[in-house]
């Protein structure tokens, strides 16, 4: 009985996935997967935010990031604590690369994950990355130098192993 319980649940999750990205964004030839993240990222700019939201309409943070991944069928946890988990740690800002994920404390604890973006560039220096997000005045990009999340950076992940 909860085999064929698994198998119904599968097979309902396998479903909605499919639907979901049914208009996956195609990598145009020469481009390469991380770069294509980020413009499909940057095509939510300005687009208002709602907590507990997937897009395409509204996002909340890990939203927006699955959402994003998503279209190139790359599967995100929906929550921004379990996508802290999913990929390969980044361990220097200077390692960073386009399209990797960053991760801040949220506005009431500054030790545990509670916001997620993705990262548009690195600082020449190595000290600093740009990174778009869905904050509370809706999708944008920001610095990681900005007093708000420089005291919240909590780490990175590496999604995207190859690129």
């Known amino acids: 009985m909860k085999k064929?319980?698994?198998v119904i649940i599968a097979s309902l999750v396998l479903s909605f996935t499919s639907v979901?990205?049914?208009?996956?964004?195609?990598?145009?030839s020469g481009?390469?997967?991380?770069e294509t993240i980020?413009?499909?990222?940057?095509?939510?700019?300005?687009?208002r935010y709602r907590r507990g939201t997937a897009g395409p309409k509204t996002f909340?943070?890990?939203?927006?990031?699955?959402?994003v991944f998503g279209?190139?069928?790359?599967?995100l946890s929906r929550c921004s604590r379990d996508q802290y988990r999913q990929g390969e740690a980044v361990k220097k800002i200077a390692d960073l690369k386009r399209g990797d994920l960053v991760f801040f404390g949220g506005s009431r604890s500054?030790?545990?994950?509670?916001?997620?973006?993705?990262?548009?560039?690195?600082?020449e220096d190595g000290n600093s990355f740009n990174f778009v997000h869905a904050a509370c005045s809706g999708v944008k990009v920001d610095n990681s130098k900005s007093s708000y999340y420089s005291r919240r950076y909590?780490?990175?992940?590496?999604?995207?192993?190859?690129?």
């Open 60 to 67: 909340d943070c890990s939203g927006f990031t699955s959402y």
């Open 20 to 28: 979901e990205y049914a208009a996956a964004e195609v990598v145009p």
């Open 154 to 163: 909590i780490g990175a992940r590496r999604i995207l192993t190859t690129d």
């Open 38 to 47: 980020i413009q499909t990222a940057m095509k939510f700019l300005g687009t």
């Open 71 to 75: 279209k190139l069928n790359i599967l």
């Open 4 to 6: 064929i319980f698994y």
């Open 110 to 123: 500054t030790r545990s994950v509670g916001h997620v973006g993705i990262v548009t560039d690195v600082a």
């Open 31 to 34: 481009t390469s997967i991380s």
